[in-house]
């Protein structure tokens, strides 16, 4: 079966670089993502064999050791731990920060200490911590509340800036701390309705880049220097959002773009931020800027870049790339090549109810034609359908089913406006969005009574809500870790999620009448199609109980629904075994109803 045959491929992906240019890499050869080692010369070795995936790993400089941050059966609440390299055949874990009822993010590992972000102190806010490898004590370095996105140490490790979940939605707040006074600057304002993608200090710690679209629609690459305090525009493209990330050695400038779903790299100086030349990494993929995709990270001397690409054709690869030199793929051995029937998506625009024109990649049937047509609607609601690697798209497209994957209102990659559209009371306009392409379908010569909703997370809110607030357009849905009651959602979520997705979706205390509204389980009496659920049982974001309840409403009611509940799974499903059991009941499931 295709599907089995695409998810057993591994993947790789960038984790960081030591200054002998070994590589730490995640990688799912096993079945979950472990951290190996790529040496110089190509070597691999595997440094963990844990049953649950790892999160993260950085070198510690300075010595043979690396630290690990991995959780328990997907509850995201990271442990980090210690592995030394100099121990023979698979190093043991020795614990470092261990509190498993709490969040511990590694952050950055310097010489001697490791800075993690964590909700120990009361399950909602994080603070920084720095850890000292030698006496195990623990310095506060930012306490003063909020969700802290991202973390970057200036080089020089006077300075760190953090990227903090701010009041409206889809937005970020920067915070410069001076780590010696824990003294805090606000960069940008609390309320202020912009975005911001990764920060990258220069190597002097003079200045940080990063990608921001505030006072404007895409996101620009601006630079801000430390001594006055002041902002400048670096690079501006008002068609494409814009991210970089500067070589240690102050000569090079990785500048990444997204556009249409495609991210690609172009080399620059980082003096002026001129162009030299373009990556020549594979088309139609993404080389940065997505949870599939890692960022680059370059090497302590800036020799080489480690960049991990992935496509629709092509699972996330680790390139090493050397400016003005050799891209080269870095693949362990005996790697299987991608099936030759997989094929890039064709990218067209969906008219809306409202003249809006909603973007989609079509994914034409590889195998034999069925006649039928699967929507795939990714999660978020911020998130976006990226030119990515996924065997669940490619395995439908092998089925015979023609594969719709849209960026709904709310995407991002489209800018601040698209990504707006769907905010608080707008919610159901995404939805709305659903039947417009349910209605679009004969253009490209499928049927609309023969089309299926199949997403996760948020995809999974939008899948029922076609078939509760649409409920004659679609013939089927496939439900994975998705939200049935925005209600109960908020209520149920973990306490450090909920006031983030409240500044999205409405607020208990004041927009519950809204979000009840807004809610497909307030429409279960209309659902007819039948419906195919996946959950993880300790989803620490959605909770299981959406899928229970609206599994037990459709029971009640006489509609088929099959409920699969994995108990080693968190948000969504990581395992490889746990996938080989799911997915092929869910293929079996569209065939069933979509005839």
């Not at 310097?110 to 603070?127: E, I, K, P, Q, S």
């Not at 824990?182 to 202020?192: G, I, N, P, Q, Y």
């Not at 003079?206 to 690079?235: I, K, P, T």
Request: net charge negative.
């Amino acid at each position: 079966m295709l599907l089995t045959t695409l998810f057993s491929l591994p993947t790789t992906m960038a984790l960081d670089v030591d200054d002998e240019g070994r590589l730490l890499v995640l990688y799912d050869g096993t079945g979950t993502r472990q951290v190996n080692e790529v040496a110089p010369d190509g070597t691999w070795r595997a440094l963990t064999n844990l049953g649950d995936t790892c999160r993260g790993a950085r070198f510690i400089p300075g010595s043979s050791q690396v630290v690990v941050e991995h959780d328990t059966g997907g509850d995201e609440r990271g442990q980090l731990s210690l592995l030394d390299l100099t121990d023979s055949g698979l190093p043991a874990l020795t614990p470092l920060v261990h509190d498993t009822e709490y969040i511990h993010h590694l952050v950055a590992a310097r010489a001697g200490r490791v800075l993690y972000t964590t909700n120990r102190r009361n399950g909602v806010d994080f603070d920084l911590v720095a850890h000292d490898l030698a006496t195990g004590s623990e310095t506060v370095l930012y306490d003063d509340g909020g969700w802290v996105m991202a973390v970057d140490p200036s080089p020089d490790d006077k300075w760190v800036v953090l990227t903090k979940a701010s009041t409206p939605a889809n937005s970020m707040q920067l915070l410069l701390v001076e780590t010696s006074s824990r003294a805090v600057t606000e960069l940008s304002a609390e309320d202020a309705h912009n975005d911001q993608g990764p920060v990258a200090w220069l190597p002097d710690s003079s200045a940080f880049l990063v990608s921001s679209n505030a006072d404007r629609d895409r996101m620009a690459l601006r630079r801000y220097d430390v001594a006055n305090g002041s902002w400048s525009d670096l690079l501006v493209d008002d068609a494409r959002d814009l991210a970089g990330w500067p070589s240690p050695n102050g000569e090079h400038l990785l500048v990444g773009a997204v556009e249409d779903g495609e991210v690609t790299l172009a080399l620059h100086r980082l003096e002026d931020g001129s162009a030299i030349a373009s990556l020549d990494l594979p088309p139609g993929g993404t080389a940065a800027l997505s949870m599939a995709t890692p960022d680059p990270i370059w090497s302590a001397d800036g020799s080489f870049a480690a960049i991990t690409y992935n496509s629709p054709v092509s699972p996330p690869t680790v390139f090493r790339f050397v400016p003005g030199g050799e891209l080269t793929a870095i693949r362990s051995a005996g790697q299987p090549d991608v099936p030759a029937e997989l094929q890039h998506p064709e990218s067209l625009r969906v008219p809306s109810f409202d003249g809006e024109q909603v973007p989609v990649f079509v994914f034409r049937p590889t195998g034999a034609d069925l006649g039928s047509t699967v929507v795939h609607v990714h999660g978020g609601p911020e998130g976006a359908a990226l030119r990515i690697w996924s065997p669940i798209i490619s395995a439908l497209a092998g089925e015979g089913h023609t594969v719709v994957v849209p960026n709904v209102r709310g995407s991002a990659g489209y800018g601040k406006r698209w990504y707006s559209l769907d905010d608080r009371e707008l919610r159901l306009d995404s939805v709305k969005d659903l039947a417009a392409i349910n209605a679009w379908l004969p253009t490209i010569g499928a049927d609309p009574k023969r089309a299926a909703l199949w997403g996760g997370s948020y995809g999974g809110y939008m899948v029922l809500a076609g078939v509760a607030f649409q409920p004659e357009l679609w013939a089927a849905g496939v439900d994975i870790v998705g939200i049935a009651s925005l209600v109960t959602f908020l209520e149920n979520t973990s306490a450090y999620r909920r006031s983030m997705r409240e500044r999205e979706y409405g607020y208990l205390a004041t927009d519950r009448e809204f979000l009840e509204s807004a809610s497909p389980l307030s429409r279960v009496d209309d659902i007819r199609a039948p419906l195919f659920v996946i959950h993880g049982a300790n989803d620490p974001r959605v909770p299981l109980s959406e899928a229970e309840q609206i599994t037990a409403a459709l029971t009640s009611r006489g509609v088929p629904c099959q409920l699969l509940v994995y108990p080693d799974e968190g948000h969504g499903l990581a395992k490889l075994k746990n996938r080989l059991d799911a997915y092929p009941q869910a293929f079996s499931f569209l065939r069933d109803h979509l005839g």
